[in-house]
């Protein structure tokens, strides 16, 4: 069994932290975990009424978080230094074998997702492999429930409510799906239940919190006791992916499971939340009111009256319109003047300006830096008089400037006389050929047809797109091969969010495959930002436009090719132009991305486009069916039209 009593990246700090060395750690960095460390209370809230064990389990058959092992160690760790429990932290599911599994008082899923009690190369295995897992598998639930029905606790901690949509009983255990995570920016959090002794660590306030915050599908209030939830007040609510309508924004909960206790608590995306000393005491609370030590109400509690008040102010405030367009944000063109000796002479160059939130913008530039460039953000703000000026140190150099009219200049690292590039693609609009299969017809002004796809309640706009809307992903009827294809797309504008909050979705070529859509305007190319095809390849270069303008991906896809017995011959193959530029050339795909439907690969499957929750909108979709030479490049989707 791999069991991980996990410890810090070096025998040095260990010993520096009073603990035993143990297995694997060292991918952990020392200065996070000296910051759990620091973060830990020393004592448990009550009592345990006997010695507790607990098992951390970590599977993630899904999205897989970073913060994943941070999480468990800090957990681990909170056991030990307050004597609540003690703690194994494992990812393999044999730790749910009924001897293996009757040692313990509680069980905690960190961030689990997806079918997690599969093992994780489940897709590689023979058949017959397979059906012992699946085998398995049906034993471990039956065994969880048992455990907790019996008597026993479960705590779940962010992503564990993302796991098993297929297991009805799991949703009840969990006390809801994940359905989406429209934020991930500071958010004020509602103390519902400030008497309730698993809430002690609040001190009876509200807080607010920067993390991931997930809304829930497959929900009710009447099911558990809610702890925690959104504060309408100090949260934005007017962003797109928000699928709620009663403001029921649930963050923690706790309920009676059987003769059993569950706790539950979305927050833990971000490493940083397990050194926050506030939600480690949270986290000690609810395993001890799993564990049946800390003694707690449970019945159901009423959306609270001063929610209820907040969702009618939101209900009767205006909102903006999703396609609202920045004049700021964009590509800017110019010179740069790296130095003003004599004879130097400027240098074209352009640079990246990128909403930031708040009404505040960074310039991203890239300075020459010997054979190589580096990468500068230097702030814009909007000074008294409604001029964005730069002011301030970045990139060890001290930067004054200003935007004014469309024009940008700065000085710093050299300097910029640059002004506002406006910018589309060679491939917007591009016409079908006769020969297509046209899945979303475009004529500016008119709705266009969705006859074509499986879900028939993402919203009709008015100008001829089909916008994401949070009532699940969008998969043809017909499925596909080899394949020439255009699509148009346009991320919103969400300047507060960071990463994957930004405008997310995805264009999954035989329901296996993703090509990343994201508002990846000024960020580095990257496998999981736009252009990148998901966890497998990293783009050439970002030919992302701004969010709120058109984008277009033409692409050449080759499908896999299989053996008789349904083994594969030959991967999948993809050329990919983003905004008319070369992204991926002949880039072979050995295997499913995440979020796929399934690791089985296929000759003929449906396109999928991905619900992230984002208002990102889709445009003039068609299809040319190919068939491609097996030992010739593909040809580019461009020249083919």
């Not at 398995?136 to 455990?147: Q, V, W």
């Not at 999703?322 to 160059?349: H, I, M, N, R």
């Not at 916008?467 to 504008?493: A, C, I, S, W, Y």
């Not at 003039?620 to 068939?627: I, L, P, Q, S, T």
Request: net charge neutral; charged share 25%.
């Amino acid at each position: 069994m791999k069991t991980k009593n996990v410890v810090f990246g070096g025998a040095l700090l260990a010993a520096l932290l009073g603990l035993a060395p143990r297995a694997c750690v060292a991918q952990l960095k020392p200065d996070m975990l000296q910051k759990i460390h620091d973060a830990m209370p020393t004592k448990p809230q009550v009592a345990p009424a006997q010695a507790r064990k607990v098992l951390i389990y970590t599977r993630a058959n899904g999205f897989v978080h970073s913060s994943i092992p941070y999480g468990a160690e800090a957990l681990r760790i909170l056991g030990e230094k307050t004597g609540a429990y003690t703690a194994t932290i494992s990812d393999d599911p044999v730790s749910f074998e009924p001897d293996t599994l009757k040692q313990y008082d509680v069980v905690v899923f960190e961030s689990t997702t997806g079918d997690a009690l599969l093992p994780k190369d489940f897709g590689k295995l023979d058949e017959a492999a397979k059906k012992t897992a699946k085998d398995n598998e049906a034993r471990y639930k039956t065994g969880l429930l048992d455990f907790v029905n019996g008597g026993k606790g479960f705590v779940g901690i962010h992503a564990a409510t993302d796991c098993y949509y297929s297991w009805p009983e799991y949703g009840k255990l969990s006390g809801g799906y994940f359905s989406g995570h429209p934020w991930h920016e500071k958010v004020g959090i509602s103390n519902q239940d400030p008497t309730n002794p698993v809430n002690a660590a609040f001190e009876g306030k509200d807080f607010e919190i920067t993390d991931e915050i997930y809304q829930f599908k497959d929900y009710s209030r009447g099911n558990q006791r809610v702890l925690t939830g959104l504060d309408l007040a100090k949260t934005n609510m007017t962003k797109g992916g928000i699928n709620r309508t009663d403001g029921d924004f649930a963050v923690s909960w706790i309920k009676n499971f059987g003769q059993g206790r569950m706790f539950y608590c979305s927050l833990g995306h971000r490493e940083e939340i397990y050194w926050n000393p506030m939600i480690l005491k949270y986290y000690l609370a609810g395993i001890q009111f799993a564990a049946g030590d800390l003694k707690a109400d449970t019945a159901a509690l009423p959306l609270p009256e001063a929610t209820k008040a907040q969702l009618r102010a939101l209900l009767e405030t205006p909102r903006a319109p999703e396609d609202v367009k920045d004049t700021v944000q964009g590509l800017y063109a110019g010179t740069y003047l790296p130095s003003k000796q004599a004879g130097v002479a400027p240098k074209p160059v352009t640079v990246n300006v990128v909403a930031w939130g708040g009404g505040e913008y960074r310039a991203v530039v890239d300075l020459p830096d010997g054979d190589k460039t580096k990468r500068v953000e230097v702030p814009l703000k909007k000074d008294a008089g409604g001029k964005f000026t730069v002011s301030g140190n970045a990139g060890d150099a001290d930067w004054t400037g200003a935007l004014d009219n469309g024009k940008l200049t700065l000085s710093g690292g050299g300097e910029f006389d640059l002004a506002r590039s406006n910018t589309q693609s060679p491939t917007l609009g591009l016409k079908a050929p006769a020969n297509a299969v046209v899945l979303m017809p475009f004529e500016d002004g008119k709705p266009t047809n969705m006859s074509e796809w499986q879900n028939s309640r993402w919203q009709l706009m008015t100008d001829g797109s089909v916008m994401v809307n949070g009532t699940g992903d969008q998969r043809t009827k017909r499925e596909f091969g080899d394949m020439r294809l255009h699509v148009e797309f346009k991320p919103p504008l969400k300047g507060e969010a960071r990463g994957q909050g930004r405008g997310n979705s995805g264009v999954y070529l035989q329901d296996r495959y993703e090509v990343q859509v994201l508002d990846s305007f000024g960020w580095p190319p990257r496998d999981n930002e736009s252009g990148g095809i998901y966890q497998i390849a990293v783009p050439k270069l970002n030919a992302a436009l701004p969010p709120t303008e058109w984008q277009t991906y033409d692409m050449a896809f080759r499908a896999p090719r299989l053996n008789a017995d349904g083994t594969v011959k030959a991967p999948a193959q993809v050329t990919v132009y983003l905004n008319g530029q070369l992204i991926h050339d002949n880039v072979v795909i050995p295997r499913s991305t995440g979020g796929a439907i399934s690791n089985t690969q296929v000759a003929k499957a449906p396109l999928r486009l991905q619900d992230h929750q984002n208002p990102v909108r889709f445009r003039n979709f068609w299809v040319v069916e190919e068939n491609f030479a097996d030992d010739q490049p593909l040809p580019s989707p461009l020249k083919a039209n």
